[in-house]
């Protein structure tokens, strides 16, 4: 369990593949112990995999094993992962009144990590985020190891982000990205590239999509909110497939409808924040190649947003694009 926590990024499947052999190998009342472990174990590789469907039916089979036994701590661990999974697999109506914010199980044992961390993202995925901040608070994180840690920054990162507070966002997340560095694990290393965690990337994608939005760039990050949207819904994931979806069409519709206002004024769609640098850089008379070098990107990119901008100008060449751009007040908009 330990191993796979600590760098759950490419280990997934080879870990299902071992666990599975374990479990075929464990049968029987004298192994109930080490085949719910192992049935635990396997539902979180899955979870990790973005393999939604196969971890709830491991939960399931906790549940139905431990029920009646003494191993309440599996059994408390698997409930929280189910419910978790039920609400991300949007199948079910929670409440998040039913998440307990302590399971009443010793936060030292990973039973009791796992069903904390649980019921943590559970509370955030039903819109509860301080709640989910709150969870946070009885985890202990300054005394986890650094693998552990990583985890729960990030997961203060996303609920931080929720409740409106980017100050402390950004703080978690250097704290996440300070630990990681230490652990040099790929899987753990960054909250915008994980490898082979594709419910985990797709949550980077949508905060990667809010920032470009926040800077102007509403293009890319409705085609960085479709990819987060086409993950989510190859694992499984219909509540964020569908929060995702809303997003974005919402973004398309503030989009078309900032256009169609702009038709009927007589004017352009807004620019981008980019699309005015590249629009002002280009009426000086730069070459795509010299607004990168000034811009600090690539020419490929300066070449996309002056795509946009001839869209939203309604002009098709670079001169009028700098008549446009100088009649339409544009440039002393920008100087100002």
């Not at 950004?170 to 753990?188: K, T």
């Not at 990337?201 to 085609?223: C, E, T």
């Amino acid at each position: 369990m330990g191993r796979l926590e600590r760098d759950p990024a490419g280990r997934s499947d080879a870990a299902v593949h071992h666990l599975s052999r374990a479990i075929d190998v464990a049968p029987g009342a004298r192994s109930y112990f080490s085949l719910l472990h192992l049935l635990c174990t396997r539902s979180l590789a899955h979870r990790c995999a973005g393999r939604l469907a196969e971890a709830s039916a491991d939960c399931a089979e906790v549940l139905r094993l431990a029920s009646g036994t003494q191993f309440r701590e599996l059994h408390v661990a698997a409930e929280a992962m189910g419910r978790l999974l039920t609400v991300w697999s949007g199948t079910e109506e929670v409440e998040p009144a039913v998440v307990p914010y302590t399971p009443d199980l010793p936060a030292s044992g990973w039973p009791g990590r796992l069903a904390l961390s649980a019921n943590a993202e559970t509370l955030l995925a039903l819109g509860d985020a301080a709640g989910c901040v709150a969870v946070a608070a009885t985890a202990g994180l300054p005394e986890l190891e650094p693998w552990a840690q990583v985890g729960w920054y990030e997961l203060l990162t996303r609920a931080t982000l929720a409740e409106g507070d980017p100050d402390a966002a950004a703080e978690w997340a250097q704290r996440a990205y300070q630990v990681a560095e230490r652990l040099g694990r790929p899987g753990r290393s960054a909250l915008l590239t994980r490898v082979r965690m594709p419910l985990d990337a797709a949550q980077a994608h949508i905060v990667s999509a809010r920032a470009l939005v926040a800077d102007g760039d509403p293009d890319r990050a409705v085609a960085t909110l479709r990819l987060a949207e086409e993950i989510f819904d190859r694992c499984g994931a219909g509540l964020f497939t569908r929060q995702v979806n809303t997003e974005r069409r919402r973004l398309l519709a503030g989009r078309s409808g900032g256009a169609r206002r702009a038709r009927r004024q007589g004017g352009s769609p807004t620019l981008t924040r980019r699309e005015t640098q590249v629009a002002a850089l280009v009426s000086e008379g730069l070459t795509n190649r010299q607004v990168a070098a000034r811009l600090f990107v690539t020419q490929k990119t300066v070449e996309m947003h002056l795509s946009h901008v001839y869209a939203k100008m309604g002009v098709t060449n670079r001169a009028a694009l700098v008549r446009h751009f100088h009649l339409g007040g544009l440039a002393s908009a920008q100087s100002s």
